[in-house]
């Protein structure tokens, strides 16, 4: 059993670390916003798959333009990111300014429900659109950097078995930990981070500090909502296909990530989606080697949310979260 | 506003006339009309299909008119639209079974819509032959009207481990499923029947249907190193499987059911589709000489070229032509009850119809149904017929 677990260690950490990043940067966005607006705000998950889409269509334009041969891979995944960041931060903003910001003063569950129905509303636009356009909401493209790599673990010796990886994973990987330490850098090291922080910790005290709050909430939204499309771009790129309905489970488990981390907390997020991914990854490799069949992979969700429950009893602000005390 | 009576006007013109048609037709000839009905969707998303069906039970019965006059009656064919909602095709059946010159239906398409609809045609007595039809409720029911001449859902599975096991070879094959009633139930079929044919089966896994990552399962499947992977489920997961797996050089083959038997699963998968297999309750009617020669007169006749269920449907027909001849000659060249049609309809035997042969069994099921078993030889829908498993 032991070296059943160890031959497929490589592979899954390979796995859990591509599905965890994606997990960490939707977790990311989640994050930003909570922390800025208590506001937990659920059509992010609708943000990153319509990043995915932005990112397959300006993709499938190149490719019947024939641009796609005359320029560099690099330029254009470059390009396709750009052109979905920039439109899903943009769509974040307009969602702000839309169904969040007249219902900044009413109760926080108004807000929510809101945020609900923008979830829905973006669903099943995209998915008008896409059939509408294709005939099918089940979109996939042609993949940039799509030739298979294999990382000889078997050569250190012991049991453990070679890691099968596209040259694409390493490329979302790379990025998403780029997008991350860059997001890390803004907020700690810039005028407009500080801002934020400051925001976040008191909107009022920072609003009389000459800080316009409206405008940094709409660039929290508009960063938040740039690296969900982002990662939406690396998600299509790395599995080809993208569907209108992509961004509901992947959603709820980046929100656990950013829970597990402790909500509000950016680094806490990053933690929370690497382990998600791995925790996943593992379970649906191994369950059923450790239970002799009896509980398959398919309880591999049931895994991950169990972890998610345990640390909550015991640390209900979550890892990395500061405990809050309730204002009076 | 004055476009609007005109066209009123001239459809009503138009009626009247079709109307006054319609009764001198019946007035002139001696010769008693029988009518044969067809119920399959003619508009809407699986148009195609179902006028596949149309137009090949048409194709018989104008063959087969100059015989039935020869008898003294006139054939005549009246297609229906069920739209592949239940609500209209039980509606249909009620128009029919009023008409009482409507002796026998070729259809329906979709066992949802033949399931509600056949409990009126019992009613009635009318038999319904369906060339189509695969869910095991449709003839479970035991109505004496129901017949089918392809294969029901439940012999997809043991017939897909037939292949799996006896054409390929298979020993040790790892069988995942997407926990939808459809994927386990081929799933597990399939899984039973390969047991008691003698594979191992070295792991059986669940998936969840939306999900795109299915890398867990694919590295359960390295480790085990099975020789046959069988997917039961969808396409879109099926497609990102074959693709991940091939990625990861898993070399084995992977088989489906007729749920990754379309175009989305070669769009899904890419160039990795190359050498999946499925089955598929229909054959590839241009295999055979004869086939070809009636595919070739079919296009000709009707500027289309055949749909999978066009050549099932000319078979429906034609069985259902044989029967009432027969229960005409039992009658002394009379009109025959529909309860008649229905009981000679039932007892068909051995019946050489281009597709398929056909024997009834006391439930409406064919002895001879097949499974077909197909191979994606290149990255294009639909794949190749390399195999066919009978009962």
């Known amino acids: 059993m032991i070296s059943d677990l160890l031959h497929s260690l490589p592979q899954v950490l390979v796995d859990g670390l591509t599905l965890g990043a994606v997990y960490a940067v939707v977790a990311i966005g989640y994050t930003l916003v909570y922390g800025i607006l208590e506001l937990i705000n659920f059509a992010h998950g609708e943000i990153f798959m319509s990043g995915a889409f932005i990112g397959t269509a300006v993709m499938l334009m190149f490719e019947s333009a024939g641009w796609l041969g005359a320029m560099p891979g690099w330029l254009a995944y470059m390009l396709i990111m750009a052109a979905a960041m920039l439109v899903t931060g943009l769509m974040g903003v307009g969602i702000e300014r839309v169904a969040y910001r007249p219902l900044r003063s009413a109760p926080k569950l108004i807000s929510l429900i809101s945020a609900i129905g923008v979830s829905f509303f973006l669903q099943d636009l995209v ?183 345990v640390v909550l009893i015991f640390k209900p602000e979550g890892l990395f979260g500061k405990a809050v005390k309730e204002k009076v | ?51 596949a069906i149309k137009l090949g039970a048409q194709m018989a019965l104008e063959e087969r008119k100059a015989e039935f006059e020869k008898l003294g009656f006139d054939l005549q064919f009246t297609p229906y639209d069920d739209q592949a909602d239940p609500k209209k095709g039980v509606a249909n059946a009620e128009t029919i079974a009023a008409d009482k010159q409507i ?10 819509v033949a399931i509600p609809s056949s409990v009126v045609y019992d009613k009635y007595g009318i038999p319904m032959v369906s060339p189509s039809n695969t869910a095991t409720e449709v003839t479970d029911r035991k109505l004496k009207v129901v017949n089918r001449i392809v294969a029901r859902d439940d012999f997809q599975g043991p017939a897909a481990a037939q292949y799996a096991v006896n054409t390929v070879g298979a020993k040790n094959i790892f069988v995942i499923q997407d926990k939808t009633a459809y994927g386990q139930g081929l799933a597990d079929a399939f899984k039973s029947e390969a047991e008691k044919l003698g594979a191992t089966i070295a792991g059986y896994e669940a998936i969840t249907i939306g999900e795109k990552d299915f890398n867990g399962v694919i590295t359960q499947i390295l480790s085990k190193k099975p020789d046959f992977i069988f997917f039961g489920g969808l396409y879109a997961e099926a497609g990102q499987i074959v693709k991940q797996a091939r990625d990861k050089g898993v070399t084995a083959p992977i088989m489906g059911g007729d749920g990754i038997d379309t175009a989305g699963m070669v769009e899904v998968a890419g160039d990795k589709v190359v050498g999946t297999l499925y089955t598929s309750v229909s054959t590839d009617i241009t295999k055979t000489d004869a086939g070809k020669a009636w595919a070739d007169a079919y296009k000709q006749k009707f500027g289309k070229n055949v749909d999978g269920y066009s050549a099932y449907a000319y078979d429906c027909m034609n ?50 149904a097949k499974v077909f078993v197909y191979e994606f030889k290149a990255a294009s829908y639909p794949g190749s017929l390399i195999s066919e498993v009978s009962k």
């Open chain 2, 319 to 368: 069985l259902i032509l044989n029967a009432l001849k027969e229960a005409i000659e039992a009658n002394d060249g009379d009109l025959p009850t529909r309860e008649q049609v229905r009981d000679q309809v039932r007892a068909t035997k051995d019946f050489e119809g281009m597709a398929t042969k056909v024997t009834f069994d006391d439930k409406g099921d064919n002895a001879y």
């Open chain 2, 103 to 112: 002796m026998a239906i070729v259809g329906h398409m979709n066992s949802g």
């Open chain 2, 1 to 51: 506003m004055g476009m609007k009576k005109v066209w009123i006007a001239s459809m009503a013109v138009m009626l009247a006339a079709g109307l006054l048609a319609a009764c001198g037709n019946n007035g002139g000839s001696d010769k008693k009309i029988i009518k044969i009905a067809s119920q399959s969707p003619l508009s809407g998303g699986s148009s195609v299909q179902g006028e």
């Open chain 1, 127 to 309: 998915r008008f659109i896409a059939e509408l356009s294709t005939g099918s909401y089940l979109i996939s493209s042609s993949t940039l950097y799509n030739d298979n790599l294999q990382l000889r673990v078997s050569k250190l010796g012991g049991s453990l078995g070679d890691a099968f990886l596209k040259t694409n994973t390493v490329i979302l990987i790379v990025v998403a930990v780029l997008l991350m330490v860059g997001l890390d850098l803004f907020v700690k090291r810039t005028k407009w981070g500080i801002a934020m922080r400051a925001v976040a910790q008191d909107r009022e005290t920072a609003a009389l500090m000459s800080i316009n709050v409206n405008k940094v909430i709409a660039l929290t939204f508009f960063i938040g909502s740039a690296l969900g499309g982002a990662t939406g771009v690396l998600f299509a790129q790395q599995y080809g296909t993208v569907d209108p309905f992509i961004g509901y489970v992947l959603g709820i488990k980046a929100f656990t990530a950013a829970v597990l981390g402790g909500i509000g907390s950016i680094r806490g997020a990053m933690f929370g989606g690497l382990f998600i991914g791995m925790v996943e990854m593992f379970a649906s490799a191994n369950l059923g080697v450790l239970t002799s069949g009896n509980f398959g992979g398919e309880y591999k969700d049931v895994f991950a949310f169990a972890i998610l429950i």
